[in-house]
């Protein structure tokens, strides 16, 4: 009985084989056009932009061309590929500008970038195109119910170039390159003055601008301790609550002791 159920299935999928490759070596472009879309509603979308592809390259300029291209975008992003639809709804608007599907693929095509957009660690300029498209379809349909979903999409993106760049400063702290978090640091403090890092940044950077200054050779200490004392300052007069502060005030100690030794020792010589 197993057999006989597995041997009509097997005909049955060698029968439909066998029309659908009937269909896409026909020159009957209305069938073409209702078995793609059936194809498509069915989840088919391999096979149905086969026939897209046809029905498209057959009669660019009729209504059924321009279905026939919009559906082969949606095709790709049902599959996945965020690439290929990202181009077939960048070329839809092209093609065709006066449709009422224009929206939705501008919308589309920054939605193709943010698929694309890859986790925090990795390279984030897909990220940037993402927040580029995104932006553009805000700028061309400002009054769009899709703009707070819009605005939402891009907090979340930008707070994945945040956390990439918080955890460059982490690696160069833990790394013990003291100069290049210190650079880090203060650029992160300045592209994100509103972060949730924000005092652990400040923390980061007073204790590499320490250690740099200790590692310096003489004659830069003294300006590194004075900026590693203003700096620890600073953090203590933004953020007075912060847990830092009571935990760096060693910091700041053992600085002035430092430049006292160097200050003494320069009145010396």
């Known amino acids: 009985m197993k057999n006989h159920i597995f041997l009509v299935l097997m005909c049955i999928l060698l029968v439909g084989c066998s029309d659908y490759q009937k269909i896409v070596k026909s020159d009957d472009y209305q069938e073409k056009f209702i078995t793609a879309n059936e194809l498509f509603d069915d989840a088919k979308f391999n096979k149905a932009i086969v026939l897209f592809e046809q029905i498209y390259q057959n009669s660019p300029k009729t209504d059924q061309g321009q279905v026939s291209y919009y559906r082969l975008a949606k095709s790709y992003f049902n599959l996945k590929d965020y690439y290929m639809a990202g181009y077939y709804f960048n ?14 693929s501008l919308f589309m095509v920054a939605m193709c970038s943010v698929k694309n957009s890859p986790e925090f660690h ?49 690696l160069y702290s833990k790394t013990e390159s003291f100069k290049a978090a210190v650079t880090a640091s203060l650029l992160f403090l300045e592209n994100y003055p509103r972060s949730k890092f924000i005092d652990q940044a400040w923390a980061m950077l007073i204790k590499n601008s320490f250690f740099l200054a200790k590692n310096s050779i003489s004659n ?50």
């Open 91 to 104: 070329s839809f608007i092209q093609r065709y500008p006066y449709s009422d599907k224009v929206e939705e």
């Open 122 to 170: 990795l390279d984030q300029d897909e990220t940037n195109v993402a927040i580029n498209n995104i932006q553009q379809f805000v700028n061309e349909y400002p009054n769009s119910i899709l703009i707070d979903s819009c605005n939402h999409i891009i907090d979340n993106l930008r707070l994945k170039i945040e956390i990439k760049e918080f955890e460059m400063v982490k």
């Open 220 to 269: 830069k200490k003294s300006e590194r301790f004075e900026q590693t004392i203003e700096r620890y300052r600073n953090f203590a007069s933004l953020f007075p609550d912060s847990d830092f502060v009571k935990s760096l005030t060693y910091i700041e100690s053992e600085s002035e002791k430092e430049l006292n030794v160097l200050t003494k020792r320069k009145s010396e010589q």
